[in-house]
């Protein structure tokens, strides 16, 4: 049974760096999901590679495959919300991680905000992480 019908262009529409707000919809089990950073300080600069696991909480395994369609990158924890930077996928090293290029043109907390689908669940992961800066 298919409870929910997602519109067909979410994934379309919602991609991009200069996304703003995504509006999703979060059901219990895709709350059993979370992005987590594998490292959680990066030198400021440009071209910095970071790199997120997405985990079942349930079975602390990560799950390869999920479709990323929202991320920002940003400095709101430092009150600089509209200070947003590009982000670039890069290809992932292992199942279940999921890297991106940035720029960090500035020392300080950044946040990462991502959306994705996990394959064979209903619903959107929603995740904001806080990256450290150093200089
Ligand atoms: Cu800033």
């Known amino acids: 049974m298919k409870a929910i019908q ?6 379309v ?10 509006a999703t919809v979060a059901l219990a089990d ?13 030198k400021a600069g440009p071209d ?9 909480k349930k079975t602390g395994k990560p799950v390869p495959d999920a479709v990323i369609f929202a991320t920002r990158l940003d400095m709101a924890p430092d009150g600089m919300p509209e200070m947003a930077t590009r982000l670039d996928p890069l290809p992932g ?6 890297r991106f290029n940035a720029t960090f043109g500035m020392a300080g907390r950044w946040q990462l905000s991502l ?3 996990v394959q064979g669940e209903t619903g959107t992961v929603e995740s904001k992480l ?6």
């Open 48 to 56: 910095k590679a970071i790199a997120v696991k997405l985990v079942d």
């Open 93 to 98: 090293t292992e199942p279940g991680t999921y």
């Open 115 to 117: 959306g994705a689908k």
């Open 6 to 11: 997602y519109p067909r262009t979410l994934g």
């Open 130 to 135: 806080v990256i450290q800066a150093d200089q």
């Open 13 to 22: 529409a919602l991609t991009g760096a200069a996304l703003t707000c995504a």
């Open 30 to 42: 895709i709350k059993n999901y979370e992005f987590r950073l594998v490292e959680p300080t990066v």
